[in-house]
């Protein structure tokens, strides 16, 4: 442009357009050369940001409330002894009475197979096994009973009580 020329806002235009030409590059479309890919990019990226927007929104508005398939797990009961102790019967001095309390930790209602109470010694020997519980025993999900059982046993003898819980599908 000769300094005495007044430029023109498609002047830096016809520069790229005398550049491309020149160099055999020009490629039909808007008159630039440029406009194919310009189109591209901008669908591509105005895409991109509108899937975002969209999928942040969808998260905002239903947080965790559709879980993925196979994310969920089934409902089952998870049974655990909570509490065991034993004390002596005030009216009998030769009654041991054993105390335990299961629970369903679980979500679905469950029962143990068995509840089997070990009397030990102060070495750690079982002095006696007795089951306590069986099937019948029903626990719906986040509840709790306490079994009580009376035993013959001399006083003294017992210092711990181990309970064995016995769940349906464990090896015996």
Not at 27 to 51: K, M
């Amino acid at each position: 442009m000769a300094p005495d020329e007044i430029g023109h806002a498609n002047a830096r235009l016809e520069l790229f357009d005398g550049m491309n030409a020149a160099a055999g590059k020009r490629v039909t479309g808007n008159g630039n050369g440029r406009g194919w890919l310009q189109t591209a990019i901008w669908v591509i990226v105005s895409g991109a940001i509108l899937a975002g927007v969209g999928l942040a929104v969808i998260e905002r508005v239903t947080p965790n409330s559709t879980p993925l398939a196979g994310l969920m797990a089934a409902p089952a009961a998870r049974l655990a002894v909570t509490d065991a102790g034993f004390s002596y019967s005030g009216d009998d001095e030769n009654a041991l009475l054993v105390t335990v309390t299961l629970a369903n930790l679980g979500t679905a209602e469950g029962a143990p197979e068995r509840v089997t109470v070990n009397l030990l010694d102060a070495e750690g020997n079982i002095l006696m096994t007795r089951p306590i519980a069986s099937r019948e025993l029903t626990l719906s999900a986040g509840s709790s009973r306490t079994l009580v059982s009376r035993v013959a046993m001399s006083p003294g003898l017992v210092t711990d009580v181990a309970v064995d819980l016995k769940r349906a599908g464990d090896q015996p």
